[in-house]
Structures are given as C-alpha cells and as structure tokens.
C-alpha cells in the first residue's frame, strides 16, 4: 500500500512565524499536492507538484510556497502564518497517467495564535 | 471553470436501508471517477473507482456511471451507523491527472 506520511498531526504556530509542513510518499509517484480544508469549504488546492522541482499553483496559492527537491517529498511553507491560515491540512499523492486515484496522507491540523 | 457537484445533505438513512449519493461533473473529457470516503477528522480514503459506462460493485458498495448524462452515483447497500462519512465525489478532468473534487454529501446512518 502506498504510504504518504504528513510530519505532525496537530501544530500549533503563532502569528508571524514561518511553518513548514512535510509530506513523504514511498511510491515514487510524480505528482504530489496540498490541500486545505474548511468546514463547508470542501478541499481546495493549495499548490500541486508533477516532477522535482516543479510546481503550479492551485486555487489559493496567496500566503503559501512550496518546495520539491527529491521525488518523496513536497513541502509547504507557511512565509508569515496569519490565524486565518488555520486550517485541516492535506497532502496526496499519486500517478500523472492513467486510471488511478490519489492517496491521502492523514493530515496536519495547524491552528494559529 | 471545470466543476463538480453534490448535494451537501445531510443524508439521513435507517440501518439496513440503501444510501444513494449523487454527483455530477462538467469536463465532458473526464475519464476516470472516484467516491472517497471521509470520517469527521480524518482524511479521505479511497473507496471506489469508475472508468466505464455502467455498474461496478464492490462488496455493499455500487459505483454507476452514465457519461452521456455526466453523472456518477454511489449506492451503499445495508447501511451501516458505521457508513456514517462524508463521501466525496472526484473526476479527473485537468493536466497531469489532476482530480477535481465536489464538496462532499454527508451521510447519517442511523439505528
């Protein structure tokens, strides 16, 4: 089974300090995401990665980068973390071809003071 | 804007009865459909995958595709208080096989 491994399950940041989420898969798979998720807000895509250093934005890049320097890992920077970035994080993984799904990792919960 | 929609709900079925939950989607190009599911406080997990026209079942669970009508539903057959989730309907239906996701039907099971 495809494992895809988020660093910290709950975290909590104080306004103004720079975060860092981490995210491993042990697939090899090329593409990798990161979703936020809001109550009501369903999953929205922050940024998604198809190759080693490469990234596109999604549909709230504003306050977030990333950074893909080996296969396995996607990270997610928070530049200056602002309460209204408290939020469900998720991370996926999976294939750029063919018939297949993602997988989820089991998420951070950020919360910001 | 490519898009998919469910009904939000909640659902509310009895134990034993079968859930039905619906999802349409725009990208007539879309080619592959997945029901996830997602207990409060987790993250999704995939459930059901659909590639063709039809039926595709899987234990109590019932995939169906009508790509003409440009909706996929998901049965649950002898619910259980256990089903009790948010499912999640995806289409892919952007480069690099992206998946697009509706916002999600909440469904309750209850004894």
């Known amino acids: 089974d495809v494992k895809v491994t988020q660093s910290s399950r709950y975290l909590v940041k104080r306004t103004g300090e720079k975060v860092f989420l981490e995210c491993v898969q042990d697939m090899d798979h090329e593409n990798m995401f990161w979703y936020r998720q809001d109550p009501g807000l369903g999953l929205r895509l922050i940024y998604f990665s198809y190759d080693v250093k490469m990234k596109e934005k999604g549909d709230i890049p504003e306050g977030y980068s990333v950074s893909r320097e080996k296969k396995e890992r996607f990270s997610l920077i928070l530049e200056s973390a602002s309460t209204n970035q408290t939020s469900m994080y998720l991370c996926a993984s999976g294939i750029n071809r063919g018939n297949y799904g993602y997988t989820f990792g089991s998420g951070t919960r950020l919360t910001v003071v | 804007q490519k898009e998919v929609e469910q009904n939000s709900g909640p659902l509310s079925v009895p134990e034993g009865a079968i859930a039905s939950l619906n999802c349409t989607y725009s990208?007539?190009?879309?080619?592959?459909f997945f029901w996830y599911r997602q207990y409060s406080g987790k993250s999704p997990e995939l459930i059901m995958s659909i590639y063709s026209n039809g039926d595709k079942e899987d234990g109590r669970f019932t995939a169906q595709l009508n790509k003409a009508s440009q909706y996929v539903s998901l049965l649950i057959r002898d619910s259980q208080p256990s089903d009790s989730a948010t499912y999640l309907c995806?289409?892919?239906?952007?480069?690099?096989?992206?998946?697009?996701f509706g916002a999600g039907t909440r469904l309750a099971v209850h004894p």
């Open positions: 995806a289409v892919n239906g952007g480069g690099y096989n992206k998946l697009i």
């Open positions: 990208d007539r190009g879309s080619q592959s």
